[in-house]
């Protein structure tokens, strides 16, 4: 693992006696990491984002930058080193080219030296044939890029993302983080990133971590923390709508027999028998079949029989919920299966998953 660029240590947040929004024993960023930093809205995120960003002091705790304690005296030269951008671009109501070339200027930076440094940018985010439009006449995805421009122009040492997707509308929204994810790949600029959006979590980030009334209660691989939460609670937030508690009746060669209720489930795992635990499926883990037509060839392991409860569009997919005996099942199947299924309210069905599919989760 790289060196930390950025770490906290016993850093607390407290606005009132009783009112804490920000508790970490430890969090580093790491230097040329993407961290995403997950979580509902009032969770903290941005509160977090400032005491990185040295805007903000804590109630209780350190701040280090590069392995130094960061203080009152030098907070301010460090924070010359970073690079922010926010939910609603900051521009003054001047041109797309001095917007970005702001940062530079504050730095005494020449007219020449600005240039060289800018025009790369406004080209690498497509907004060289805006650079003499006035802000005021921008959309929300060029006001945007306009503010990425003027932040990375600075060659900043961190980079700090206060959602700033959250405005736009969902196009423009997946071209600039489609862009961005490029970017930050070639450059590997040290960023911290929040959002309470998973899919851009997981399209930019190195690590996720999943803050909750203020707390980091997991953090680790993108791939790690979506697959494998550690508690209801995240996985709840990382998109695992289906948790189905169960015990475990016998355990044989790395599968685990576990009773639910309306049945048996088996999972990859070594348990002992009589633990109690919470089955997580993600929704597009789930295979749907009309009873009968079930895939005999099919490596799935499980299946389970229940009736549909609701069926929701959901993007490019259907989300169908389903009830089967007293658990509530939730699949994203393909519009093509679900025209081919002709699935309605009320039918019965058959959800097929495999045993490696399931995230286990103990519980008390």
Known sequence: MAEALLSLQQVEVRYAAELTVLR????????????????????????????????????EGKVFFRGCEVSSKDSLSIRRRMASVFQEPLLLNATVYDNAALGLKLRGLNRRAIAQKIHPWLERLSIAHLAQRQARSLSGGEAQRTSLARAFAVDPELLLLDEPFSSLDPPTRDGLLLDLATILRETAVTTVFVTHERDEAFTLGDRIGVLLDGKLLQLGAAAEVFAHPINAEVARFVGIDTQIPGVVESVSEGLAQIRINGGRALVVGNFQAGEKLFLCLRPEDITLSLPGAEDAKSSASNRLQGKTLKVTPWGSHYRVALACGENTLVA???????????????????????????????RK
């Open 332 to 362: 994203f199947i393909t519009r093509p299966s679900f025209l081919e299924l002709k699935i309605a309210e009320g039918d019965e069905v058959v959800a097929s998953f495999k045993a490696s599919a399931v995230h286990v989760i103990k």
């Open 24 to 59: 970490f024993s430890a969090l580093e960023v790491y230097g040329g990491e993407v961290l995403a930093i997950i979580g509902p809205n009032g969770a903290g995120k941005s509160t977090l984002l400032r005491v990185l960003g040295l805007l903000q002091q804590p109630t």
